[in-house]
């Protein structure tokens, strides 16, 4: 996605596509140590990526034409890590974790210092409600959003995490839609 919309002073050509690391150490990091107006602090929303379904969230905050955005927020103590989520508000629907891995980041410090920080990254899909009135345990239509979310575990630190939320593809409608 352009930079640009992400509040960076640049050329519309520039994009702002972060790796994992550099999401770690210089978004989720700082506001996890609670680093008082930490630097790029414009790239990421503070919202609950939960409160809404994907399109409302991002057209809420102005990002209605971008294929993904990044929201920073509280975890949710409660909720085991490969629970399905119910989106709190709008259509119905929920994030269903897919996978979750840790990975490791090394910071280095310029008098030569270093800090191995270890991070978790989970893989969750935005189902909407197939709404055919069966309740939780019926089927769900695939939306083409994905979110990553990204927690810092060690050393411990607050419950802050990083959700980057992205478009992949286009909804796909069920069959029986798509033949009326």
Do not use: C
């Not at 770690?24 to 990091?29: N, R």
């Not at 609950?48 to 993904?68: C, E, I, R, T």
């Not at 955005?69 to 989106?87: N, Y």
């Amino acid at each position: 996605m352009e930079a640009s919309r992400f509040g960076f002073q640049m050329a519309p050509a520039f994009k702002f596509d972060p790796t994992d690391a550099d999401l770690v150490a210089h978004y989720l990091l700082p506001r996890a140590l609670g680093v008082p107006d930490p630097p790029f602090a414009h790239a990421v929303i503070d919202d609950d990526p939960a409160g809404l379904p994907p399109a409302d969230l991002f057209a809420k905050h102005g990002h209605g034409g971008s294929q993904h955005a990044f929201f920073l927020h509280t975890a949710d103590t409660d909720a085991p890590e490969s629970s399905k989520r119910a989106v709190k508000g709008g259509a119905g629907g929920r994030w269903r974790g897919q996978k979750a891995s840790v990975e490791s980041v090394t910071l280095v410090h310029p008098d030569g210092g270093e800090l191995d920080m270890k991070y978790r990254r989970s893989e969750l899909t935005y189902e909407r409600d197939a709404g055919n009135g069966e309740g939780a345990g019926a089927a769900a239509d695939a939306t083409g959003w994905v979110m990553h979310e990204y927690q810092i575990v060690s050393p411990p630190l607050q419950a802050t995490v990083l959700s980057r939320i992205s478009k992949v593809r286009e909804d796909q409608q069920p069959a029986a839609a798509a033949q009326n």
